[in-house]
Each structure stands twice: as structure tokens, then as C-alpha cells.
């Protein structure tokens, strides 16, 4: 492999330490030295303390003693670095995740739309056979809703299916599916079909069902 224009050979594979933002490669601290020509600059130290020992307080001992360092115990330092690499990844998931679900509303609310369109002949024959126009209403929301349900269903299927298969691939990628999460996207998705399947109704308030019978 190459790293920093330099050949390495590689001599084992590590678990665990890769994600959707970067990769990690573990090399000797002399070559990484030749790589970047710096000598005796490290940007952490371990410390080892000795049995009995309390590790915040000898990191304590240690910042009051050594200028210009900041001394952690393990379990800070890890809190905060997972706190780091959170932060790094959770914009780029945030981005994706409200790419994927405008585009799913997208579609959903063209759908409804769409498919209300294609049955105002059908509506405008209930309302000839005496249909009132809130039961027109009721239909078509009935149809929106339907339509959210199903699809939800099935989204939500298929992203258990991919919560199964994912860790199969190898990829350090853990889904989690919240009932806030679930709460959210449901909420929105029963919205806009609502306003999608609102916009055609006005059209199939004002049928005339003479003219439906006339074939316009």
C-alpha cells in the first residue's frame, strides 16, 4: 500500500476501525517519522500508572508539573474523542439522511397526486350517483393515507432487512431505528399526502357529472 507516497507492505488486517468518513493504517513510529521528517514530535503520550494509583489525579499531578499539555484520564479522553468523531460523521449522515427523505416525499406526494388525478372520472360517477363532496373527501384522504401506510411499511421492511444484511459486508456501519425517528418521519409523510391529495380535491369538488358522462 502507499501512504504518503511511500510503498508499505502490509502484514494483517484490523476489525472495527473503519466508517463511512475515513479509514485508519497503523504503522511504526520511526517510519511515520521518516514519512513526515519530524523527530520526537508525538501528539499523545500514553501513561502507564502504577497499581493503586488514581488516574485523574496522577493526570492531574501531570498538567500541574508538564508546560503546555493536557493531561486526560483514559476514560476523558475516550469520551471526548468519540464525541470528535460523532461530530465528524454526523453532519455527513445528517445531509444524506435529509437528501433521502426529500426525495422520498417527493416521490410519495407525485404518487398521490397523480393517482387522484387519474380517478376523477371515477369520482365524478359518485357524485352522478349522489355522492356529496365530503365523502369525495373522505375517499381520497382515505386513499392518501393508505398509500403512507403501505409505504411505510414496506420502508421500513426493507431497512430492517438492510440492518441485517450490513454487517455482513463488512462495513462498520450500525443502523438504529428510534420511535422518535419512526414518530418523525411518519408525521411528515401523513402531511404532505394529506396536502398532495388536498391540492386535486378542489378539482373533483367542481366536477360536473354530465361532463363526465360526456367523456371530458
Do not use: C, H, W
Not at 508539573?65 to 449522515?93: N, P, W, Y
Not at 420511535?179 to 366536477?207: T, Y
Amino acid at each position: 500500500v502507499e501512504i504518503l507516497g511511500e510503498e508499505f507492505e502490509l502484514i494483517g488486517l484490523s476489525e472495527g476501525t473503519t466508517s463511512l468518513v475515513n479509514s485508519i493504517a497503523f504503522i511504526s513510529m520511526d517510519d511515520f517519522e521518516d514519512l513526515r521528517d519530524s523527530y520526537g514530535t508525538v501528539s499523545f503520550l500514553l501513561v502507564k500508572v502504577q497499581a493503586g494509583e488514581v488516574p485523574e489525579i496522577v493526570a492531574a499531578r501531570i498538567q500541574a508539573q508538564v508546560r503546555d499539555v493536557t493531561a486526560q484520564s483514559g476514560s476523558t479522553f475516550a469520551r471526548q474523542e468519540r464525541r470528535v468523531v460523532k461530530d465528524m460523521s454526523t453532519d455527513l449522515i445528517t445531509i444524506m439522511n435529509l437528501i433521502g427523505l426529500l426525495i422520498g416525499l417527493a416521490v410519495m406526494a407525485l404518487t398521490v397526486y397523480t393517482s387522484t388525478l387519474s380517478r376523477r372520472r371515477e369520482y365524478g360517477m359518485l357524485k352522478a350517483l349522489g355522492a356529496r363532496n365530503r365523502d369525495l373527501y373522505a375517499a381520497v384522504l382515505a386513499q392518501a393515507m393508505l398509500s403512507v401506510i403501505l409505504g411505510f411499511f414496506f420502508g421500513l421492511l426493507a431497512t430492517f432487512l438492510l440492518k441485517v444484511v450490513i454487517p455482513f459486508s463488512g462495513a462498520n456501519l450500525r443502523l438504529e431505528i428510534s420511535s422518535m425517528s419512526l414518530l418523525k418521519v411518519g408525521s411528515v409523510s401523513l402531511l404532505i399526502a394529506a396536502i398532495s391529495a388536498v391540492i386535486p380535491i378542489r378539482q373533483i369538488a367542481g366536477l360536473d357529472p354530465a361532463m363526465v358522462f360526456r367523456g371530458r
